[in-house]
């Protein structure tokens, strides 16, 4: 298989290949770790293998030196994500999710930035009935982490309905076909027994990923222009729907894209995908599984942080990665074709759709579904679920939206919206509706800064200063991650800030609303105060001497207060 000019880094193997290797297709000593009482967590290998099972051993980090000092073990728990391709869960699907947090979980749920749920806190002795249960409803979480392809993302488009259910059909059939094989999972949470004689290591269990799957994490999302809410430039593998007098022709294929990096490591850089070509729709498997079995051969399975496709991409040659794709296809793509968007927020509130179907857009601030003191928004969208006959989508901008309401139900629907005061979050500011904050403390594990409970309150503190300047209703994008490894994807967002250390953040700017270009840094290691100073001075300038229709990323560029970001390459220039 190996090509004569590409070659895959040298260098031995990290330490996750060993585990993979030696996990028999990601069984490891998972049963008898979970079975075990005496620890609340699991060994480190476990949990790396724990992770293309969909879930992650954290400790809540609010105690962690609390426990520590009273030699405690650390407040073991678990995070556990379902595989939801392009956001789209019934409403009885929710109403398990939702019974299964209060259940099991820490009674919250987050939606994520890749459309799905998120549940957090489940205790090691809960994982399989909570694993169980999700199965019950016709859900799994195969997958949604680990070093395989992971949750496919699709616009819930709610305005253009009948090219939605194609291209969801297609992002299903992508997140569907390209699972591991192995039957781990079903052995591990679901009771399977493993059939007699099956040979533990055998080519065939993993005809694509092979034993060792993938060098890293892999990513697909598919966007309908003029939409880009899905940041199709910052997966792995985008296609663009293009649609021509309302039918699907087919999707352009964008390849190379990613938002992590390490601070002060110019090797890491968030990098777009660029388009290469086109190809019909039932050819998005093929496209997609050969691209993967590339990045399976020539990704670099020796340095973890420099594993994503995107450095296999820029390190073998955009052009050299398509001639490759095109021998293994054993066709050529076609020429891409025209397509433009215009944002990658949300559109909020009623829309109508075709067949006389409405559709609300619910803003959710940060993905998190709780109830507030002030705010029933889980006993809400409870009742809702318990009445709707729709589905229920959830946006790649931690939002959801009730589709598919009848002219009949919307009344009754729009009657729980009022009466749990649910928001579409017309009354703030168009700046917090377009805001994205990663979950960050107390239970990622990787946080440097705070960013979910974070964001609302800084916030609460740019508003001032977007009012004072009459952009209450201007729609600039801004988003918070508590390191740089970008779950928020901050390096699109107009405004970003990278979590640095407690209370300080890297500030970004000029990334395109659209979703077009990355930003660049602007202030390193700041606070709060330098943060409102900084920005106290942007807003206003842009208030005044923006041109007509300018977006924000697009001016700080022309007003030459930052330089704009051309390529991932130069990202830290
Ligand atoms: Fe992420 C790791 C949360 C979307 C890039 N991400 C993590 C972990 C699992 C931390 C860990 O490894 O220990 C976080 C769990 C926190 C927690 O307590 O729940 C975490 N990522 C999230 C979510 C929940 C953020 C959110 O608030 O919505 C998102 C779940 C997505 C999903 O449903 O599958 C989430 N993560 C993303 C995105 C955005 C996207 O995919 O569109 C990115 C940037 C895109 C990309 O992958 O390039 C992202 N997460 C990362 C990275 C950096 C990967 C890299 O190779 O550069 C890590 C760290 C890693 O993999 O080593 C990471
Ligand atoms: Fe955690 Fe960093 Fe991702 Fe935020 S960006 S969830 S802090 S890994």
């Known amino acids: 298989m190996a090509n004569k000019v590409l070659k895959a880094p040298e260098g031995s193997p990290s330490d996750v290949e060993r585990i993979k290797e030696d996990s028999n297709y990601l069984r490891g000593t998972l049963k008898e770790t979970m079975a075990e009482r005496l620890s609340s967590g699991i060994s480190e290998d476990d949990n790396r293998l724990m992770k293309f099972h969909g879930s992650y051993l954290q400790d809540d980090r609010d105690v962690r030196n609390e426990r520590q000092k009273q030699k405690l073990e650390p407040a073991y728990q678990f995070m556990l994500r379902v595989r939801l391709p392009g956001g789209v869960a019934t409403p009885n699907q929710w109403l398990v999710m939702d019974d299964l947090a209060q259940k099991y979980g820490n009674g919250t749920m987050k939606l994520t930035t890749r459309q799905t749920f998120q549940l957090h806190g489940i205790l090691k002795w809960n994982m399989k009935s909570t694993i169980q249960e999700i199965h019950g409803s016709l859900l799994d979480t195969i997958a949604a982490c680990g070093d395989v392809n992971r949750n496919v993302m699709c616009n819930p488009n709610p305005y253009q309905s009948e090219v939605h259910a194609e291209v969801y059909e297609w992002a299903k059939v992508l997140s569907d076909d390209l699972l591991p094989r192995t039957r781990a999972y079903h052995e591990l949470w679901l009771d399977e027994e493993k059939v007699a004689g099956t ?44 649609v021509e007098d309302g039918n699907l022709v087919g999707f352009n294929v964008a390849i190379g894209g990613g938002m992590g990096m390490t601070h002060g490591d110019k090797e890491t850089y968030p990098q777009l995908a660029k388009v290469i070509g086109f190809c019909k729709p039932e050819q998005v498997y093929e496209v997609a599984e050969k691209i993967i079995t590339i990045q399976r051969d020539y990704g670099n399975r020796s340095v973890r942080k420099n594993a994503r496709f995107k450095y296999t991409v820029d390190r073998l040659g955009l052009e050299n990665v398509k001639e490759e794709l095109e021998n293994r296809l054993g066709y050529k793509l076609e020429d891409a074709k025209p397509f433009s968007f215009d944002h990658n927020g949300d559109r909020y509130g009623w829309e109508k759709g075709i067949k006389g179907k409405w559709h609300f857009t619910l803003f959710v601030e940060g993905g998190r579904v709780t109830d507030y003191d002030d705010y029933k928004l889980m006993t809400g969208l409870r009742e809702i679920a318990k009445i709707h006959t729709g589905d229920i989508r959830l946006t790649a901008n931690q939002n959801l939206i009730i589709a598919d309401v009848s002219s009949q139900k919307k009344k009754q629907i729009n009657e729980l919206i009022e009466r749990y005061g649910l928001t579409d979050g017309k009354h703030h500011s168009a700046l917090r509706r377009s805001s994205i904050a990663c979950v960050s403390l107390p239970t990622c594990g990787l946080a440097m800064a705070e960013a979910e409970r974070y964001l609302p309150v800084l916030m609460t503190k740019i508003e001032k200063i977007v009012d004072e300047n009459g952009l209450r209703d201007k729609e600039i994008t801004i988003r918070m991650t508590g390191c740089p490894n970008g779950c928020a994807r901050h390096a699109l967002g107009e405004i970003g800030f990278i979590g640095k250390g407690p209370g300080k953040y890297n500030m970004y700017l000029g990334a395109a609303h659209d979703g077009s270009r990355l930003s660049k840094m602007h202030r390193e290691n700041i606070g709060e105060e330098e943060i409102l100073k900084e920005l106290g001075e942007i807003i206003p300038r842009y208030a005044k001497e923006r041109e007509e229709n300018e977006h924000f990323g697009d001016f700080v560029v022309r007003a030459g207060i930052i330089n704009a970001t051309t390529d991932g390459t130069n990202f830290h220039a």
């Not at 290591?201 to 598919?222: D, N, T």
């Not at 910052?234 to 663009?240: E, N, V």
């Open 199 to 242: 040979p533990d290591v055998e080519e065939e269990v993993e005809p694509m990923y092979g034993p060792l799957y993938l060098p890293r994490k892999f990513k697909i999302g598919v966007a309908v222009p003029p939409s880009n809410d899905i940041d199709v430039f910052s997966q792995d593998l985008g296609y663009i729907a293009i």
